[in-house]
């Protein structure tokens, strides 16, 4: 006994249930990276059951499910919980057990900001529910224009203060947490961990994190502009003001988060797809310029969703033009996934379906935006369902199965138990059919001229596309039960997944699941962008040790 | 077997994207918008149909791409142990796949550039200038002759028709009051915003007699969805005395409006 190694010291455990001290104070990047996650995720049921709600009061004309203020407040509620509290929290999340580990550190360069900044997002949360409590939340949408959030208008409630507040709260922890990544991956990295050797994720989060620095000033700036107007009587965006200016400083930060909640997929489907094609990315520089060519070109086309306003038209055009130019980098990264799977010896577990689904669905996402980067057509779908039906797209084909994707992926590594396959199969043929079912006949309701944001509509002729869409929601919402169902049973019971179930690339797989809090024993060596499968293929990759049961 | 069917799943659920954008109606619906009377209107459709032949070219080849690898790259379709070419990527095809893409949208942009130079800018030949105001929530419609049509919301669509002559262009002059609002008619052509501080600026031509709806595209408020838009065209005969009834009774206001 005394002789054979020594059985690691369970200095730590690893089950979901831990002293709520310990989640409190945790200055742990995994552990942070898991209340993100688990942030993420309730918002994400929270925000998709405002959505069932709506779609229940469209599913027939007429109908009077919810009152318009009350419609308005939901669909408000809706986008400012999926995109600040569930695409970007989550994608926050999985970055932040993610990337140091896979940079080879021990923790994020600055721990205690880490947690600080993640404690400001339940913060924001409330605050921005907050808003119910006081007469009625933010009924505007989620892009919040003025003048009709100003108090001249919206004087009933606090609800847009609220917002404001919760948006503010939002973009600061936002700052801190991508300050935290790029110092993290500048100055932390492994020896041999060369910027050319970093995974593609990781550059992903690069690029996020240089646009949600660039940009989530302006969005604070944005949003306290409008609160001296509504609380100190100024007159920046009101009707004697300059409404337009609003949606300028909105759109400079909306259009880019876009890409901040894309982005972090895209590194995520750039992990997923090698690994099981059983081939390395290919054009792995190209893969890395086009991250750069989209952060660079998403900050040149915040106008687009400006096209109706009013605008010089070759102010329109230029911008057009810039919207248009996206589509090459993105392009190149679609490209060169298939290429990655091309004469591949491709396994289709669950993440790599979702890696397809991704791609097949994401598609028309991408081809959609150039139908609405053109001026002239853009001003007839633009505010229409066909935009919904566009940025559900991009949003739910490409984060949402991105995050699938991931979530299919590092569940064995963050939990140290593979998620249930059967369950995993079901939720993605649910999802995909569902997702399809409700998002793309929205583009022929656009296209009919439905605008979107109507709390009811009287033409009978839009009836049935709409009950077709709300039963396909509700097939969407049986499949993220399901996803929930998976997650929890596999927490518990889920099979062992030992270090390296998927025999992949990056750093994460090489050390145990879930990895010591201090990630590695010994920080293993990098010799190229796919670190642990030059270990595996010369044979220096060891299986950590099994844990004993019980310490 | 199951594989199959999946196989054949994916295929439809690909296969329905096109005919979903196509010209096919269904259910009543008119999948691309409805058929535009006025001439900018026109251009938006034919710019629509235009970009359409790149996009479902792309679409139905990256589609059948992925397919491609999903039913012959699999592993199990493999031989047993084999070992994929471990390629890292090639200049040549990289370079030619984001040249051609750049062509297609530098194409798309050009061809929509030329149509938002056509359609998109403020008209000096106008035979009839119109201002429209939105408010909460209705629109007014200010014939620059002392006649205004009030057209106040409700969810029916059943509002005061603005009334335009046909064959005639008329500019189209867009006042916020309140809030911002979008005026939308689908059939006749894009949207503009009416907001507060500025005059916004748009035209139509409507080449046939008949009512067109739209509603506003710009969330404004409760009411929004009560918004609505009718535009009737009238031939000129027509039009003449529909105005002269309308001065008619400008000039002695009855008491119940």
């Given amino acids: ?551 | 077997m199951t594989r199959v069917v999946r196989a054949l799943v994916a295929a439809v659920g690909i296969a329905a994207f096109p005919f979903v954008l196509g010209a096919c109606e269904l259910g009543g619906l008119h999948p691309i918008f409805p058929n535009p009377v006025s001439p900018n209107g026109q251009d938006i459709f034919t710019t629509y149909l235009w970009i359409s032949v790149p996009a479902i070219i792309i679409f139905i080849g990256v589609e059948a791409a992925l397919l491609w690898v999903v039913l012959r790259y699999r592993r199990s379709r493999q031989p047993a142990n084999y070992v994929p070419p471990q390629v890292h990527g090639n200049t040549t095809i990289e370079v030619v796949w984001t040249i051609i893409p750049l062509i297609i949208v530098l194409g798309i942009a050009g061809y929509s550039f030329n149509t938002l130079l056509k359609d998109f800018q403020p008209i000096t030949n106008a035979q009839m200038e119109v201002t429209i105001s939105g408010h909460q929530f209705g629109w007014d419609y200010d014939y620059e002759n002392g006649v205004v049509v009030h057209q106040e919301g409700t969810l029916a669509g059943e509002v005061t028709p603005f009334v335009v002559p046909t064959n005639t262009l008329v500019k189209l002059r867009f006042r916020g009051t309140d809030v911002i609002h979008s005026w939308w008619v689908p059939a006749i052509s894009g949207k503009t915003d009416a907001v507060p501080g500025y005059d916004n600026f748009s035209w139509l031509k409507i080449d046939q007699v008949g009512t067109w709806h739209g509603e506003c595209a710009e969330l404004c408020g409760v009411g929004h969805a009560t918004m609505q838009i009718n535009v009737q065209a009238m031939n000129q005969g027509d039009f003449d005395s529909w105005m002269n009834q309308k001065k008619a009774a400008l000039a002695s206001p009855s008491p119940s409006k």
């Fill in chain 1, 1 to 551: 006994m005394a002789t054979t190694a020594l059985p690691r010291p369970k200095a730590y455990d690893d089950t979901f249930f831990k002293p709520i001290s310990l989640w409190l104070t945790t200055t742990d990047h995994k552990l942070i990276g898991i209340m993100y996650m688990v942030t993420g995720v309730l918002s994400f049921v929270i925000g998709g059951i405002f959505a069932l709600i709506v779609r229940l009061q469209l599913s027939q004309p007429n109908l009077k499910v919810v009152d318009p203020e009350t419609y308005n407040q939901l669909i408000s509620a809706h986008g400012v919980t999926m995109i600040f509290f569930f695409v970007t929290i989550f994608l926050t999340g999985i970055a932040n057990y993610m990337v140091p580990i896979m940079v080879g550190a021990r923790d994020m360069a600055f721990p205690r900001v880490n947690l600080l900044g993640f404690w400001l997002v339940p913060v924001s949360i409330i605050l921005y529910y907050s808003g119910f409590f006081t007469g009625g939340a933010l009924n505007a949408g989620w892009t919040g224009y003025a003048p009709l959030t100003e108090k001249a208008y919206n004087s009933h409630s606090l609800g847009v203060d609220f917002w404001a507040l919760s948006i503010i709260v939002w973009a600061i922890s936002g700052i801190m947490a991508s300050t935290n990544f790029l110092t993290t991956i500048v100055a932390l990295r492994a020896p041999g961990m060369r910027f050319s050797r970093l995974p593609l994720f990781v550059w992903a989060q690069i690029s996020t994190s240089i646009l949600l620095l660039v940009v989530g000033a302006p969005l604070a700036a944005a949003m306290i502009l409008l609160e001296f107007d509504r609380q100190l009587g100024t007159q920046f965006f009101t009707t004697a003001g300059r409404p337009v200016l609003y949606q300028h400083l909105f759109w400079f930060f909306g259009h880019p988060e876009v890409y901040i909640m894309i982005l972090p997929g895209f590194g995520m489907i750039s992990e997923v797809i090698p690994v099981f094609a059983r081939k390395p990315i290919f054009g792995y520089m190209s893969m890395v310029a086009a991250l750069f060519g989209i952060v660079f070109l998403s900050m040149t086309v915040w106008a687009h969703h400006m096209f109706t306003v009013g605008m010089n038209v070759y102010v329109e055009g230029f911008f057009m033009l810039m919207t248009m130019l996206i589509a090459v980098p993105t392009g190149i990264k679609f490209f060169n996934w298939i290429a990655t799977t091309w004469w591949g010896s491709v396994e289709f577990t669950v993440p790599m379906k979702f890696a397809f689904g991704f791609l097949a669905t994401f598609l028309i996402g991408g081809l959609t935006g150039i139908y609405l980067a053109s001026v002239p057509v853009d001003t007839q779908l633009h505010q229409s369902y066909y935009v919904v039906a566009h940025l559900h797209y991009v949003l739910f084909g490409g984060s949402v199965f991105t995050i699938m994707a991931g979530i299919y992926y590092w569940f064995p590594k963050i939990t140290g138990r593979m998620l249930g396959h059967k369950l995993g199969e079901w939720n993605f043929w649910t999802l995909f059919i569902g997702f399809n079912g409700t998002f793309l006949i929205m583009h022929t309701l656009g296209l009919e001229g439905m605008p979107r944001r109507i709390a009811t509509y009287a033409n009978e002729a839009w009836a049935a596309t709409n009950l077709i869409i709300t039963l396909s929601s509700f097939l969407i919402a049986f499949s993220v039960a399901l996803l929930l169902v998976n997650i929890v049973r596999s927490w518990a019971h889920g099979e062992i997944a030992g270090d390296d179930p998927w025999k992949a690339n990056t750093l994460e797989w090489a050390t145990s699941s879930p990895p010591p809090p201090y990630n590695f024993e010994r920080v293993p060596p990098v010799r190229s962008f796919m670190p642990v499968r030059d270990l595996r293929e010369s044979g220096e990759l060891v299986e950590s040790e099994p844990l004993p049961a019980h310490a």
